[in-house]
C-alpha cells in the first residue's frame, strides 16, 4: 500500500508524485499515458523559464524527473472506479481496467481533461498545423493572421476577444443562432473593429494546402448554403471536458462540469483524497498552473497523512 497513490501522469501528476516522493513517503503513480495532453502539444513558449520546449520533450523530462525519486510508476493503467476508505485515516482504494487493485491512505487525481472535438474531416489531420485549442497558449502563434473561433459561449468568446488583440482578423462562428456568452462579453466582441460573427452555422471541414490550414467550411442552416473562409489558424471552443466519468458513482462532489470540487489545500469532499490540475474547479488551465496545484495538493496528503 502506498501513503500516496497520484492518479494520472500529466504536470500536475508529476509535480505531485514529486513533492511527495521528497518527503520519503510510499508513493506511486498510476496513469493512463504519462505526459497527458502535453504529449498533444507541439510548441510551448509559456512554461516560464524556459522560452521554447515541445509537448513531447517536456513529457519526457517529466517522466525522467520522477524516475529520480523512489516513486512507483505504472503506465498504461486506466482508473474505473474509485472505493473510498469506509473510515477516516483508512486506505483508499482505486481499481484499474486491467483488473489491478491499489490501496493508499491518500489519493491525488490528477486526470486532467480533453478539449471536445468538432468531428469535422481535416480537424485531426491539422491539429497543431493551424488547429489549435487553447488561446493563450497558441495565440501568439497567429500573430497578425485570420483565425475563426468556433463556438460562441463564454470560452469562444472570451477567446476570440483574447485573439483580437493578437492576430489580424478574427471570425467567430455559432452554430445556434444567438451566442450562450454573458451579455458583456458579447457586447466586447461586437465592439472590436476587426471581428466578423457568423450565427446559425454549421463547420463542416477544415481546409488546408496538405501542409496548414488555409480555410474553413461551414454550412449555413438556415439556406443550407455552403461557404469558405480563406485564413490560417482556427480555434475550436466548444468545451473543455475534465476526465472524471470514473467519478461519477462515487462520493466525491463535482461541480455542474463534472469537475472535481477542492478546497484551498487541494482536497476533495472526501477526506484524505486531494486532486489537482486540468480535472479540478480551478480555473485557467494551463501546465503552470497544474504543476502549481500537484504540488499543493502533494503537500495537502502530506500534512493530512502527519495529522492521521
Ligand atoms: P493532463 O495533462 O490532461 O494529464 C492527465 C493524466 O491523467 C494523463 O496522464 C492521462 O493519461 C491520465 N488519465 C486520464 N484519465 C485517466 C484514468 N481514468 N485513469 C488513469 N489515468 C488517467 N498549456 C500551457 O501551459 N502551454 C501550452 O502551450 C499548452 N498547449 C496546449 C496544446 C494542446 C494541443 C493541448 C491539448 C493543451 C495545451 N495546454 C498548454 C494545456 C496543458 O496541456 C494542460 O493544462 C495540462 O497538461 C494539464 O495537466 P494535468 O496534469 O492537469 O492533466
Known sequence: AFDV??????????????????????????????????????AI???????????????AALEQHVTE?????????????????????????????????????????????RWREMNVPGEAEYRNKGVAYCP?????????????????????????????????????????DEM??????QKKLRSLPNVEIILGARTTEVNGDGTRVNGLTYEERASGEIKRLE???IFVQIGLVPNTEWLTDSPIELSQRGEIVIDEHGMTSVPGIFAAG????????????????????????????IRH
Open 5 to 42: 497513490l497520484v492518479v494520472g501522469g500529466g504536470p500536475a501528476g508529476a509535480a505531485a508524485a514529486i513533492y511527495a516522493a521528497r518527503k520519503g513517503i510510499r508513493t506511486g503513480v498510476a496513469a493512463e499515458r504519462f505526459g497527458g495532453q502535453v504529449l498533444d502539444t507541439m
Open 45 to 59: 513558449e509559456n512554461f516560464i523559464s524556459v522560452p521554447y520546449t515541445e509537448g513531447p520533450k517536456l513529457a
Open 69 to 113: 525519486y523512489e516513486a512507483d510508476i505504472m503506465n498504461l493503467q486506466r482508473a474505473v472506479k474509485l472505493i473510498p476508505a469506509s473510515d477516516q485515516g483508512g486506505e483508499h482504494e482505486v481499481e484499474f481496467e486491467s483488473g489491478a487493485r491499489l490501496k493508499s491512505k491518500t489519493l491525488i487525481l490528477s486526470t486532467g481533461a
Open 136 to 176: 493563450h497558449c497558441d495565440g501568439p502563434l497567429f500573430k497578425g493572421k485570420r483565425v475563426a473561433v468556433i463556438g460562441g459561449g463564454n470560452s469562444g468568446v472570451e477567446a476570440a476577444i483574447d485573439l483580437a488583440g493578437i492576430v489580424g482578423h478574427v471570425t467567430l462562428i455559432e452554430f445556434m
Open 180 to 185: 450562450r456568452a454573458d451579455a458583456v462579453l
Open 231 to 233: 485564413l490560417e489558424g
Open 278 to 305: 486540468d480535472v479540478t474547479t480551478v480555473p485557467y488551465k494551463q501546465i503552470v498552473i497544474a504543476m502549481g496545484e500537484g504540488s499543493k495538493a502533494a503537500l495537502g496528503a502530506f500534512d493530512y497523512l
